[in-house]
């Protein structure tokens, strides 16, 4: 009898479906067929949580998942954290990992994941940093709009640098710290959408953020910086993302001329992080495919702790003290809440006007 492989071929693809439903792995065949995508109107993007989701000390994901109502688990085994959903309002809440590669890599992994509809997705970047004295005081929230990478680059350690050098990093492809020769950027600078980040600001601006004994007894250290000593607000600035944790006054003077030179003096530095880089980078590869809409991210720090520090200390000092707890970590992560939960809520009432068009364009 003559071998017919398409015949063969049919009998298992009728089979295989079958074999797999009687073993109990129904719910992969219906991930893999299944023509009915989860919509997303908004992903809440943070990067840590403590430790439990829910009832203990929180992360940047717990006032999230527990005041949005993300009850909805969607097991998520190729990235860092499982995924929490409000059917309700159509948000989804991910925790990425902390650092620019499991940022990116977390993204990408949601994007590309065909369970879900992220096609009128917005994102938003909700999480602490390091804020800079000179422009904010800690418990302040920045809309930022100029994210830049703080590792791509050439170095040469401090104690081997020309003597006319203030630093030993600079760009690849350059010959001396802020070239003037400015290569075309490779991934140093990103710029989230300018306009949504305004909207957003805008309607946040005025809100009356947490405060604190705790908080102004920290800021009245920093007497030579009069933003710092002002109770906490809402305001625009740039953005860094590195993932070594630097401090000081040095590394600080460092960030502000490293900002405002990729961004060609539009802004200088007033956060630090380490994820929104590798996250704005996912979202921009994802975007050339018609995964996502990459003008609809939004990148919201709240300030934690100050990048650099106080009269009397030394770096070294004062970054061991706040390693042990950051002065502004509770407040930062409810004036995040605030501020961000405002912009959420803004959407995805008004769903049907924010759907197919961004606010601010």
């Not at 809440?44 to 688990?73: A, C, H, N, S, Y």
């Not at 954290?81 to 650092?99: A, K, R």
């Not at 620019?100 to 509809?117: I, V, W």
């Not at 405002?260 to 996912?282: H, I, K, L, V």
Request: aromatic fraction near 12%.
């Amino acid at each position: 009898m003559k071998f017919d492989y398409f015949k063969l071929h049919s009998f298992f693809a009728i089979l295989f479906p079958t074999f797999l439903l009687l073993t109990g792995c129904s719910k992969n065949i219906v991930d893999l067929t299944s023509q009915d995508k989860v919509p997303v109107k908004v992903v809440v993007v943070t990067m840590f949580e403590i430790g439990e989701d829910e009832g203990d000390d929180p992360g940047e994901f717990q006032l999230w998942k527990t005041r949005q109502k993300l009850d909805q688990k969607f097991d998520f085994p190729h990235s860092h954290h499982d995924l929490f959903y409000n059917p309700e309002t159509q948000v989804l809440g991910m925790v990425t990992g902390m650092g620019t590669a499991k940022s990116a890599t977390a993204t990408m992994a949601l994007g590309l994941d065909d369970r879900f509809d992220l096609s009128n997705a917005y994102w938003l970047v909700a999480g602490i940093a390091g804020i800079d004295p000179e422009d904010a005081s800690i418990g302040s929230v920045v809309w930022s709009s100029f994210l830049v990478d703080g590792d791509l680059g050439y170095e040469i350690d401090a104690r081997e640098i020309p003597e006319d050098w203030d630093t030993g990093f600079f760009p690849l492809f350059s010959k001396e710290p802020y070239d003037v020769n400015k290569p075309n950027p490779i991934g140093e600078v990103f710029k989230a959408n300018e306009d949504l980040r305004d909207w957003a600001f805008y309607l946040t601006k005025d809100l009356e953020l947490r405060d604190g004994e705790s908080l102004l007894k920290h800021r009245n250290l920093y007497v030579n910086h009069p933003k710092a000593m002002k109770p906490p607000f809402v305001l625009r600035g740039g953005h860094i993302a590195a993932m070594t944790f630097w401090h000081g006054v040095l590394k600080n003077k460092w960030a502000n001329d490293w900002v405002a030179y990729w961004s060609d003096g539009a802004t200088n530095f007033y956060t630090s992080a380490m994820e929104d880089t590798g996250t704005y980078q996912a979202l921009e590869y994802l975007d050339k495919i018609d995964k996502v809409d990459v003008e609809r991210l939004l990148v919201l720090r709240g300030g934690s702790n100050f990048t650099m520090q106080p009269p009397g200390l030394t770096a070294a000092e004062n970054l061991l003290v706040e390693n042990e707890e950051y002065a502004a970590m509770e407040a930062s992560l409810e004036n995040i809440y605030l501020v961000g939960s405002t912009v959420v809520d803004e959407l995805v009432s008004n769903w049907t006007k924010f759907k197919d068009t961004p606010p601010g364009s």
